[in-house]
């Protein structure tokens, strides 16, 4: 016995695995069983396992530093986030409306405006956003689906309500992490697998090929997709390389593209230009076209604004999405939901203080030390200030950064992340800090949603960063069916005690 | 095959050929140095004219010193042709094409790197510098082996292989071309005709070749046997012939273009007519410098062909 798990400390969070020191969930009873018969040395021979299987299979982000590139592997934690599978199909119900809701809006926005004209939602916000597009007005794209892939980040409070703290319907990154995750823990504990229900993950790229293809304006079995990345400097570059070759597209560059005068989107190839339907972008909007936006982009492509204005292009997610990822516009998603769609929002937006209001201006800056300050349109957790932490002079900063800009600035209390037990590397556990990131996948018809998502972990003691460029780890994240299983299994665990009671 | 993919793994093909050809170079002229006579000064100034780097060399360094030399060959970024900068060119390559080739290849040309990145202080020692140089051939040989055990021949392949090819056919020109110059003269000194043997014999060890010469030519070592053999034989690897011929064999292929075609025939008619025991005497180095004119008429025409950026 090598964790001993009464003396795990999670009575300051929730925790997601236990409800107290040597109180598994019962989602979890059964992985804690299985960690409490592994030795120090079977632990830390998973441990190492998981390392090298990293390494091995070349799971890296890249960070630029000192003028050069370096690819790190992927810090990963071998215990799993487990979540009960009643819960996740409830936060499933949640995401899906939360992204239709999104999605309307979107549309709205940049057509009729009725939410703005039924002073549901303020103009003046639109004016100021950074993330609308002028470009778009007017457009609708193919079964009206703006935000196709959508990154939300959920996060539990210490009551053990699940927030939904952001919406990433930019470029969100992360999914193919979730699947690598799966496979590491495949390779590393794959005696869990046999005797637990775990929904498995791997269907995402399927998915995503089925939503790009459903994208192309041309009616063809087999339309060209193409993913484009702004290349090898990227940290996502790893991710963008995966997802062209999960999906079997090609990985291209916008030096490999060129919009002709027939306003198709071509690409270019050693046997000569071939057309483009769809592409799935992980260049920022700015990026994309110089002839719109930059002027000196060259990440982009000439002309892909002019392709997908005309229909003669889908591109995913739809540029001018953005307008609805702003940490202010945030704010106003469960007011969208009821206007839109005439229900309650399911999951909860985190309780938000906008600076462009005075009175809770007033309130944000009187309480400085106790909340968080996010930018509008910040991702990556830069620009952030978490006032508990912050010194004097932080805090000043934020004052006068906020006075100078309310509207770019929103306020949030600090909430106690949940935690889950984190292997150490002398084979302790301690509590870490985490979030989760489900992608949602909207076709228009239908919605897909991640089982799970992927769970980042602040690896530091006490830290809630979790961003991968700012120290975050992972976990696997495990959605699990404990009723199945208590059918398939009655004689395991606490079942037992009754059964070989007779004597 | 998007060009761009085409067009990096053309390269790829060449640095690493690149990086094997220089340290064979260097490896080979050490050796030579040896045996060669006190007060004969041949010394590490032809490896700059081989690689054509001279301008570059003069940009950055004031004397010509044996150390200055390898430096520069070896470990200089400033050098697009050292064995680092060969090496760094063809990893960031491989990061772009990850998708398209085999992991392994990776990981073995990550180590090569990493090594030659941080073992530069062997150059300085004699013999720790062939050690040094041992290791970068055996690299580059096992980045190739393990790149065509595991590579499917697509067309991605014929590009790497055109590479490979373009760049040993012009290695071995460029070695004939400042080695026939350079050579002392055994004309006028008697005393010293057993060197000038030695010096053609390090020309074919420099390329790998002085075995496979002797099973070939079964005669000894002379200039026009020399020449004949690494211009014209069609079963060594290294000779130009060959290279010619395997890029030859990758055209059918490839869409078809009649420019590659027909710059590709016209630089093999021209090795494969050259009268060598004329071009002894003289005419050799025009005829080199047609060749490699030929061989840049010949990659023109593949990147026209293939790698073509659009039009911006």
Known sequence: MAIDWQQYRCEDFYDELFGGPGLPRPAARRLAEYLDDLSNAELAERRLAAELAIKVMGISFTVYSEGKNVDRAWPFDVIPRVIPRTEWEKTEAGLKQRVAALNLFIQDIYNDQKIVKDKVFPAELLHDSVNFRTQCVGMKPKHDVWAHICGSDLVRDKDGTLYVLEDNLRVPSGVSYMVENRLVMKRVLPELFENTTILPVDDYPAQLYDMLVAMSPRPLDQPNIVLLTPGIYNSAYFEHAWLAQQMGIELVEGSDLFVADDDCTYMRTIYGSKRVDVIYRRIDDLFLDPEVFHKDSVLGCKGLMRSWLKGRLGLANAPGAGVADDKVVYAFVPKMIKYYLGEDAILPNVPSWLCMNPKDRSHVLANLDKVVVKPANESGGYGMLIGPRATPEEREKFRGLIEANPRNYMAQPTLSLSTAPTLMNDETVEPRHLDLRPFILSRGDSTYVTTGGLTRVAMTRGSLVVNSSQGGGAKDTWVVDVEADAVAHPFSSQSQSQTSGPR | ?312
């Not at chain 2, 998007?2 to 067009?7: E, H, I, K, W």
């Not at chain 2, 793994?9 to 050929?17: A, V």
């Not at chain 2, 000779?239 to 009649?258: D, E, I, K, T, Y």
Request: with cysteine; net charge positive; charged share 25%.
């Open chain 2, 1 to 312: 095959m998007l060009s761009r993919v085409a067009d990096s793994l053309y390269w790829f093909g060449r640095y690493l050929q690149r990086a094997e050809n220089t340290a064979r170079l260097i490896n080979v002229n050490a050796n030579l140095l040896l045996d060669l006579p006190k007060g004969m000064t041949m010394g590490w100034e032809p490896l700059i004219q081989i690689v054509g780097a001279d301008e570059t060399y003069k940009e950055h360094y004031s004397d010509v010193t044996e150390a200055n030399i390898l430096r520069f060959l070896m470990l200089d970024e400033r050098n697009d042709g050292s064995i680092l900068s060969s090496l760094h060119a063809a990893r960031e390559i491989l990061r772009t094409v990850r998708d398209s080739m085999p992991r392994e290849v990776w990981e073995k040309l990550n180590d090569l790197h990493y090594f030659v990145q941080g073992r530069g202080e062997m150059v300085t020692s004699r013999t720790r510098r062939q050690e040094f140089l041992q290791r970068v051939i055996d690299g580059s040989v096992l980045v190739y082996g393990t790149l065509t055990t595991n590579m499917s021949r697509d067309v991605g392949f014929q590009f790497l292989k055109v590479g490979t090819n373009v760049e040993q056919a012009d290695m071995t020109t460029r070695i004939l071309d400042v080695r026939s110059t350079s050579l002392i003269d055994s004309s006028g000194r008697h005393d010293l005709a057993p060197f000038y043997n030695i010096q053609w014999m390090s020309v074919l060890r420099s390329l790998t070749a002085y075995q496979m010469y002797r099973r070939h030519v079964r005669a000894r070592v002379n200039r026009t046997g020399v020449l004949r053999f690494l211009l014209q034989n069609r079963e060594f690897p290294r000779s130009v012939m060959f290279c010619l011929g395997a890029v030859g064999a990758c055209l059918p292929h490839l869409p078809q273009n009649r420019n590659v075609e027909r710059t590709l025939w016209r630089v093999r008619a021209l090795v494969q007519d050259a009268n060598i025991e004329r071009l002894v005497e003289k005419g050799l180095s025009e005829l080199i410098d047609e060749i490699q004119i030929g061989l840049g008429e010949m990659h023109a025409a593949f990147a026209e062909a293939y790698f073509r950026k659009p039009s911006a």
